[in-house]
């Protein structure tokens, strides 16, 4: 687990860089579902600002929360991360 957190944590070193990059792959794929990231914020019981915030850049997305995230639409934490 720690080689995967050091991964995940170069990985989004790497994100900073390229701001908005995890919230395209993430509002793809709210657009295939065809659901508002509200909805996604509330059936994860979430506040709507993070996602507001990941948008902006003003935060990145912790593991816990990118783990929920990941997991309610079937894929892996490493698909935001590509």
């Known amino acids: 687990i720690t080689d995967f957190l050091n991964n995940f944590n170069i990985k ?3 994100f900073k860089e390229r701001r908005g990059w995890m919230y395209q792959k993430f509002d793809q794929l ?3 579902r065809g659901i508002t990231a509200y909805r996604v914020a509330k059936d994860l019981e979430l506040s709507p600002m993070v996602f507001s915030d990941w948008k ?5 997305p912790k593991v816990d929360k990118l783990k929920k995230i990941a ?5 892996t934490i490493e698909y935001f991360l590509e």
């Open 56 to 60: 902006s850049g003003k935060s990145k």
């Open 30 to 32: 709210v657009k295939a």
């Open 12 to 14: 989004l070193k790497y």
């Open 71 to 75: 997991d309610y639409f079937g894929v």
